[in-house]
T-cell receptor
């Protein structure tokens, strides 16, 4: 079955530093990758949609200069949280979609804590 | 825009059936999904149904779709403590396209 690897699974960083989260589809080529932020009351917020070789499409209200998304290949997308602040602390989840499968394959998530 | 709604909490006893309900607004939804999220993990696709289907059964899971009312349900038979998780309903117009997710239903199974 389709597998998506997301790293790191948790990270603690100091306020003002940048953090990179990697999302990799291991056994399939992803048509599209999505990045979500999940809040403590469980709802998922779509941050952006990315396709290989093109600029990510950000949802309204998401700062593209703060949350940099790079989709370098059909199997790899990265999210960089720049100049992180405590309010950026959250659970970030990526997902990948392919015409070969129905639905999304999700990564295991990254717990970011900014101190 | 599209909207997907589900109740936030459901509590059942072990061995009972669980029914999680979902409503959506987009009449052009073609693909409807149920995902499961266990604590501290990503989401896992449980099952899906196409808009031209009324029902789909997969072992203990039964999905019912009422397209007229835009209502989707997930029934879990013989619910076990391992079924305790958050269940998300989602819809999409295209496969591999953007999906709209509900806010999730937290299922608690009591022994």
């Amino acid at each position: 079955g389709a597998v998506v690897s997301q790293h790191p699974s948790w990270v603690i960083c100091k306020s003002g530093t940048s953090v990179k989260i990697e999302c990799r589809s291991l056994d399939f080529q992803a048509t599209t990758m999505f990045w979500y932020r999940q809040f403590p009351k469980q709802s998922l917020m779509l941050m952006a949609t990315s396709n290989e070789g093109s600029k990510a499409t950000y949802e309204q209200g998401v700062e593209k200069d703060k949350f940099l998304i790079n989709h370098a290949s059909l199997t790899l997308s990265t999210l960089t949280v720049t100049s992180a602040h405590p309010e950026d602390s959250s659970f970030y989840i990526c997902s990948a979609a392919s015409y070969s499968y129905y639905g999304y394959t999700f990564g295991s998530g990254t717990r970011l804590t900014v101190v | 825009g599209e909207d997907v709604e589900q109740s936030l909490f459901l509590s059942v006893r072990e061995g009972d059936s669980s029914v999680i309900n979902c409503t959506y607004t987009d009449s052009s939804s073609t693909y409807l999904y149920w995902y499961k999220q266990e604590p501290g993990a990503g989401l896992q696709l449980l099952t899906y149904i196409f808009s031209n289907m009324d029902m789909k059964q997969d072992q203990r899971l039964t999905v019912l779709l009422n397209k007229k009312d835009k209502h989707l349900s997930l029934r879990i038979a013989d619910t076990q403590t391992g079924d305790s998780a958050i269940y998300f309903c989602a819809e999409s117009n295209t496969n591999a396209g953007k999906s709209t997710f509900g806010d999730g239903t937290t299922l608690t199974v009591k022994p």
